[in-house]
């Protein structure tokens, strides 16, 4: 496929289920190193003192895969004895962590202590499990997005999406960190050298939005020479997955492809939709595929499509 | 039992599997809080950025019943999936560290993060757990054990003792941290009011020594009014369990019952010996039984058993 889209270098902006399996038919037909995905982070948090990154987890399970297959996040096989045993303690457990899982999260929290940067821990562990992608935390700063509902006021992502199960009304959003947060070391290389930049299939406010608040990739972005193009998270007015419309709605925003489309503006070239959606009016370019990814063959046809239509912008 | 004995204000000083065998007796056969045990935290150590405390640990799944019933630490029915998921990031996986056993591991980490001393936290762990018996570590503060060896060098306690499993020759113990270390909240309030002090039979060098190193206990010991008893944890020149007679010899000490009634020397009054070594002749009271502990039964008939020569001391 890199030869016939002619593309080597590039981007990807994901968030976590969603967003990683485009990644996965992205990173499944470009050449080893040739695929760079910068991850969100503003769902990170801690919990019981662990440096949870829910997203970048996601991402890097889907790439060495091992992802749950049915969930999309965790790992497959995975036990939750230390949950169980939480429980006996009178603990919270509604935070999922699998035994398997915890690993990551001990080692990651583990050399954060000693001082490496969130980017240089991915990495690590990336390569422990013989990743060829490239996975970048958006920041290595904190920039948490925070939900202020409705029925309990303001509460941390996590609470929010798992705790309440994204039920509450939201009122705004809030990205908190995003005026110091500075690009992690590599994003912005990757971004000006990148032939391609995509932005995948994630929630526009929850998945890319934390992503873009950090000022010096919005701006690379902007500025960009390379063709920028999304996938939409939307088919016919309902989510691929989890709260989009429901929170577009929540928000003012119109909760439909249109929407999608007006909210990224001039930060994309160009958006693909899917069939149900082939007659929808946007001022970016429109491609038209299908854009449900249920098989592992789904969202290799679908990267390869994207990778052409990306050829076909350049 | 208590009423048989007379004594309802017991201490218990013990350090992991061997001590933690008496302790489970003593406790079913006293009246709930009666009595406190003294646990030996000089082998604890950061693991992966937790905190760990094997004795503390085997102490208290001890006493709340969930031990692993062959080991004797670690918790029955765990399992080991973080563990094997750390091995596939090609990290260290000598410490046995269970999958249920990391939720205390966690939990303790993450308390002592907020700013809880060892003492408090160790407590709430155990009402979680329903245990109605004190368990107080022998000191808040760092006092770490560290064994100097001819083959590896200064090896922190657990590498010596898991890592190593004790074979490397013992040229020198120092415990680090004793010169400042203080007893934990309510250790000396508990000494001076027991009317009796049991000292369990745990390996003196390594489980008992550690406690006597924080000078104010060594000192409360010295000039207690209870009577004070040591159970050997050596039968015919054999260790019930562990390195205690080969260290011992390492060490130039004399490596059999007398050697130990001569390492505790005037801290202790008595000493309960096997009938295996019936005819051994000791400066202390000697009190002949069968100290082997294999079932719950015997652990419970030996603290009888233990209480009945405490009375007899009195």
């Given at each position: ?52 990154s829910p997203d970048l987890d996601t991402l890097m399970y889907t790439l060495a895969g091992i992802a749950h297959p049915i969930n999309g996040w965790g790992i497959a096989d995975d ?89 509450p009304t939201v009122q705004r959003l809030v990205y908190e960190g995003a005026e110091t947060a500075r690009p992690a070391e590599g994003v912005l290389a990757a971004l000006e050298a ?121």
């Open positions: 496929m890199a030869l016939r889209s002619g593309v080597t270098r590039v981007v990807a902006l994901a968030g976590g289920v969603g967003g990683a399996k485009l990644v996965e038919g992205l990173a499944a037909c470009l050449p080893g190193g040739a695929l760079t995905v910068i991850g969100n982070t503003g769902d990170d948090f801690r919990h019981y003192g662990l440096h949870v036990t939750r004895q230390m949950l169980s045993m939480l429980a006996r303690y009178g603990e919270e457990t509604w935070f999922g962590l699998g035994d398997r899982d915890l690993a990551t999260n001990i080692l990651r929290t583990h050399w954060l202590a000693q001082g490496a940067p969130l980017s240089a821990v991915t990495q690590r562990l990336c390569a422990r499990l013989g990743i060829a992608t490239r996975l970048l935390p958006m920041t290595d700063d904190p920039l948490a997005t925070v939900v202020y509902t409705l029925e309990h006021g303001r509460l941390a992502f996590q609470e929010y999406f798992v705790r309440y199960r994204w039920q990148a032939e391609a930049i995509i932005i995948c299939p994630s929630n526009p406010l929850l998945s890319i939005e934390p992503i873009l608040q950090v000022r010096a990739i919005r701006q690379a972005i902007m500025v960009r020479r390379a063709p920028c193009l999304a996938v939409s998270p939307i088919i016919a007015g309902a989510a691929l997955k989890g709260p989009t419309v429901k929170l577009m709605t929540e928000l003012g925003l119109r909760a439909d492809v249109a929407g999608v489309a007006e909210y990224y503006g001039g930060l994309i070239d160009a958006l693909v939709v899917d069939h149900a959606d082939g007659d929808v009016r946007i001022p970016q370019r429109r491609f038209v595929t299908d854009i449900r990814m249920m098989t592992p063959a789904d969202r290799r046809r679908l990267a390869e499509e994207v990778l052409l239509m990306i050829g076909d912008l350049a």
